[in-house]
Structure formats: structure tokens, C-alpha cells
């Protein structure tokens, strides 16, 4: 059973920083990208942060140059690290993973989510 795991969330002034962690345990294959995306209230879920298994990495407008994305893939483990958090960047954040499967010469992948970790920002 593939299960996803992420922490790291809680309250901060803002302008303050937060890190948050995902662990990806049970996959059967190759992670090939994580994700983080975040969810506020009212609000349509948005991919914030993405990078995949060769470390190349994306961001939303909204966080570029504030958050940054890395991962541990011996340890199936992705970060982000937001920085100079604000109202706007509330939210409960999930954890996305692409789990590749070799099959028959061709990869099938398998997606799962976290559960969700909440950030909160008080001005």
C-alpha cells in the first residue's frame, strides 16, 4: 500500500518560513516527479512546485523566487522550502507522486496523494 506522508506545516507570522516535508513509502516502481500543490478555502487546488526525477524543477508565478523544491530520491522524500510566506500563500499544501512502472519495455505510472499538511500565515 502506497502511502503518502507529508509535514512540516503550522502557524507563521508573516514573512516567516516554513519547511515542509513528503515521504513516499510502499512504491512499487520509480518515483519520476513530486509535486506540491496547496488548496485554500474557496479556492481551486493549484501545482505550486514540481520537479522530477532528474531534479529539474517548476514553479507557479505565484511562489517563484520564494519557494524551492528538492528532493531525496534514495529516500523518496521531496522539501519545500517557502520563504517570506503571506496571506496569500494559506492554504493546505498536498504532496503529489508519480510512481513509474516498467511494463512490457514501457512505463505505467501510478499517482498518489498525501493528505495534507496545513500552513497558516497570521498578519
Known amino acids: 500500500q502506497v502511502q503518502v506522508v507529508e509535514s512540516g506545516g503550522g502557524l507563521v507570522h508573516a514573512g516567516g518560513s516554513l519547511r515542509l516535508s513528503c515521504t513516499a513509502s510502499?512504491?512499487?516502481?520509480?518515483?519520476?516527479?513530486m509535486d506540491w500543490y496547496r488548496q485554500a478555502p474557496g479556492k481551486q487546488r493549484e501545482k505550486v512546485a514540481h520537479?522530477?526525477?532528474?531534479?529539474?524543477?517548476r514553479y507557479s508565478d505565484s511562489v517563484k523566487g520564494r519557494f524551492t523544491i528538492s528532493s531525496d530520491n534514495a529516500r523518496n522524500t521531496v522539501y519545500l522550502r517557502m520563504n517570506h510566506l503571506n496571506s496569500e500563500d494559506a492554504a493546505v499544501y498536498y504532496c503529489h507522486v508519480d510512481d513509474a512502472v516498467r511494463r512490457s519495455g514501457s512505463y505505467e505510472v501510478n499517482s498518489y496523494w498525501g493528505q495534507g499538511t496545513q500552513v497558516t500565515v497570521s498578519s
Open positions: 520537479i522530477n526525477k532528474e531534479g529539474n524543477t
Open positions: 510502499g512504491i512499487i516502481g520509480t518515483i519520476s516527479a
